[in-house]
């Protein structure tokens, strides 16, 4: 037998075989010891043995009782009431002789016997151990197959009228998977609404999203909805280490749901089951492809599963076997993406209802600030509003506890501001880098805030508030951005030199490295033209080969690397000529940013209108 850890067990016998060695030793030490005595009266004094002898030829003794078992005799002297006890050797005729000598009255009592009983009841005890211990191995081995024979078990957890307390109201931003969703609902309700037409009701809904845009949230309103037995189980609960265990627990998961149909069946993360076929590199007869092979077989096999509606979830949809996608499996997906800006108003309303909110706050303004965010997101952005305003004791949310939950969300915690030294300074020069070059270059996102107040990693940051009316990017506005990124080098080498150069940068050169690749190589934007020569996809465990294979020559990965050196290089002069053409509002920015620390978007650009502005007064003046 092999335990939890890997480690061979002992077989029983051993078990038993110390247990009745310890009983064993125990029985021979009781026995082995001096018979117990059970004195009649208690001695007073004691007496040594020679002196006993003394006083009996003395005269001096009237009555002695002899106990042979207990060696012990208890001697009565003339004119005392009270008994004297004197310890006797092994062997003693010479008091035996004395006493007789002496014509003392004389008694032998032996103390009783006690050691059959005791060795009756060790022995006992012997037998009554070893029967428990035999009893709990026994219980034991009983509880590890009964384990064994329920690893085949559905875990999943099963509610016959769901009440998760979300319904259709608590969700919002998502009308559109709603409204797919409540079909579903009405289906389970009322399916002889849509057979009554020759409409066959759906076998499963498959969620398809990124992480917390509100799937699951979705799936628990559906159960609040529909009103019928409802089970939610993920995906790695079906994956155990034995073969076949997942495979049992899908028939049995789907067995319990014919039992109550119609049923409604939630599977969330499915990606860990329902992964592709044939991407193990050991060969297909793993467990996982064992459990997807049932699914797809219950799903949609020779079986009859009417009333059975599976719902699904995952943000992993490039990873799911084909077969589990055809119609007749999961006949519709439902797209839930990032919610708009109408959506997240609307979302940040649910979230609002239980918070204190002061009248000045807007949830449209909140809502514009945060592209990009997700429900999870929002809900997070004013929990942590809620924590800063309870911190802070105050007894509603102002907007200063949500412009500080936006960084924290964005960011990071805040961390301990710079002091007023060189490094601070550099770090102004690089952040302002950034601003400038993205707020004088054209189709660039506008400026959202500078900082000098270290957020997680970052000794400085500077974000951008993203325009998402338009939902593809331009080439001139990757190009932009790229400018954007290296306005912070470009700042450090104009203002500090080329030695002075700082390691703050690693981080933008990979995001500038990453995206012009990416022009040349997927999205055509170079010299090469509109080729893709480069596939995201290329995983080696969803099926494809150990190696990243290259689709190109040796002769195109030069001219690649080539366009990829024109492309930034471009981008940094550009960026370069903005910092120098604006050295003057860059250093005025720079004073402001170290006395504030803080600067937000508007203000930035107020900065820079008025500066340029009276700048350009200043030259007409001068040339007039």
Same mark, same amino acid.
């Given at each position: 037998m092999i335990n939890k850890r890997g480690k061979k067990r002992p077989p029983i016998w051993q078990h038993l075989s110390k247990v009745a060695a310890s009983l064993l030793v125990v029985q021979a030490v009781i026995l082995g010891t001096p018979a117990l005595t059970k004195p009649q009266e208690e001695a007073e004094s004691t007496l040594p043995y020679n002196q006993l002898l003394e006083k009996i030829e003395t005269g001096e003794v009237t009555r002695v009782e002899l106990d042979r078992r207990g060696k012990k005799a208890k001697v009565t002297f003339q004119g005392q009431e009270n008994l004297v006890e004197v310890d006797l050797l092994d062997r003693n005729p010479e008091l035996i002789e004395s006493i007789n000598a002496a014509n003392i009255e004389f008694e032998i009592k032996d103390s009783p016997d006690n050691s059959a009983a005791i060795g009756i009841g060790i022995n006992l005890l012997l037998v009554l151990g070893l029967i428990l211990g035999l009893g709990m191995i026994i219980r034991r081995a009983v509880s590890v197959s009964g384990q064994a024979f329920s690893f085949g078990k559905s875990k999943a957890r099963f509610e016959m009228e769901a009440t998760t307390g979300i319904t259709f109201q608590d969700v919002a931003g998502i009308e559109e998977a709603k409204e797919e969703l409540a079909e579903v609902v009405t289906f389970l309700k009322e399916p002889e609404k849509f057979t009554a037409i020759g409409a066959r009701i759906p076998k499963g809904v498959l969620l398809v999203g990124p992480p917390g845009t509100g799937k699951t949230l979705l799936a628990k309103a559906i159960a609040g909805e529909a009103g019928v037995p409802f089970f939610s189980v993920s995906g790695s609960e079906f994956v155990e280490m034995f073969v076949g265990v997942g495979a049992s627990r899908v028939r049995d998961l789907f067995h319990k749901a014919k039992e109550n149909a119609p049923t409604l069946v939630f599977i969330d993360e499915i990606d860990a089951v329902g992964r592709q076929r044939g991407a193990g590199i050991g060969g297909g007869n793993d467990e996982r492809e064992q459990t997807l092979n049932q699914l797809l077989t219950e799903m949609d096999g020779f079986k009859d599963n009417a009333g059975i509606i599976i719902i699904a979830a995952t943000n992993r949809p490039d990873v799911l076997d084909s077969a589990l996608l055809r119609p007749g499996r999961f006949d519709r997906q439902v797209m839930v993406d990032y919610p708009d800006y109408q959506a997240r108003e609307k979302i940040l309303e649910v979230h609002a209802r239980n918070k204190k909110i002061a009248p000045e706050v807007s949830l449209k303004k909140i809502a514009r600030r945060t592209p990009g965010f997700s429900g999870a997101d929002l809900a997070n952005l004013l929990n942590e509003a809620a924590i800063f305003t309870a911190r802070r004791r105050k007894?509603?949310?102002?907007?200063?506890?949500?412009?500080?939950? =936006?960084?924290?969300?964005?960011?990071?915690?805040?961390?301990?501001?710079?002091?007023?030294?060189?490094?601070?300074?550099?770090?102004?020069?690089?952040?302002?880098?950034?601003?400038?070059?993205?707020?004088?270059?054209?189709?660039?996102?506008?400026?959202?805030?500078?900082?000098? =107040?270290?957020?997680?990693?970052?000794?400085?940051?500077?974000?951008?508030?993203?325009?998402?009316?338009?939902?593809?990017?331009?080439?001139?506005?990757?190009?932009?951005?790229?400018?954007?990124?290296?306005?912070?080098?470009?700042?450090?080498?104009?203002?500090?030199?080329?030695?002075?150069?700082?390691?703050?940068?690693?981080?933008?050169?990979?995001?500038?490295?990453?995206?012009?690749?990416?022009?040349?190589?997927?999205?055509?934007?170079?010299?090469?033209?509109?080729?893709?020569?480069?596939?995201?996809?290329?995983?080696?465990?969803?099926?494809?080969?150990?190696?990243?294979?290259?689709?190109?020559?040796?002769?195109?990965?030069?001219?690649?690397?080539?366009?990829?050196?024109?492309?930034?290089?471009?981008?940094?002069?550009?960026?370069?000529?903005?910092?120098?053409?604006?050295?003057?509002?860059?250093?005025? +920015? @720079?004073?402001? +940013?170290?006395?504030?620390? @803080?600067?937000?978007?508007?203000?930035?650009?107020?900065?820079?209108?008025?500066?340029?502005? +009276?700048?350009?007064?200043?030259?007409?003046?001068?040339?007039?």
């Open positions: 007894e509603a949310i102002t907007i200063s506890e949500v412009n500080d939950a =936006i960084d924290r969300v964005i960011a990071g915690m805040e961390g301990t501001p710079l002091v007023d030294s060189k490094n601070k300074r550099l770090i102004a020069y690089h952040e302002i880098g950034h601003a400038i070059v993205s707020t004088l270059i054209p189709h660039h996102d506008p400026v959202e805030k500078v900082t000098l =107040i270290p957020r997680g990693q970052a000794l400085g940051l500077t974000w951008y508030t993203p325009n998402e009316e338009m939902g593809l990017t331009t080439r001139a506005q990757i190009i932009a951005q790229i400018a954007g990124i290296l306005g912070g080098r470009a700042a450090e080498e104009v203002i500090f030199g080329w030695s002075e150069v700082t390691d703050g940068a690693s981080d933008d050169l990979e995001k500038v490295t990453e995206r012009a690749r990416n022009m040349v190589t997927r999205l055509g934007m170079s010299a090469l033209g509109p080729i893709a020569l480069e596939n995201m996809n290329n995983q080696v465990f969803l099926g494809n080969d150990w190696t990243n294979r290259v689709e190109y020559s040796e002769e195109i990965g030069a001219r690649i690397d080539n366009q990829m050196r024109k492309i930034v290089f471009d981008c940094y002069g550009q960026a370069k000529k903005i910092i120098r053409e604006n050295r003057s509002v860059i250093d005025m +920015l @720079v004073d402001v +940013l170290i006395q504030q620390e @803080v600067i937000e978007g508007d203000d930035f650009r107020k900065l820079v209108s008025e500066y340029t502005e +009276l700048q350009e007064e200043r030259f007409t003046l001068a040339k007039g």
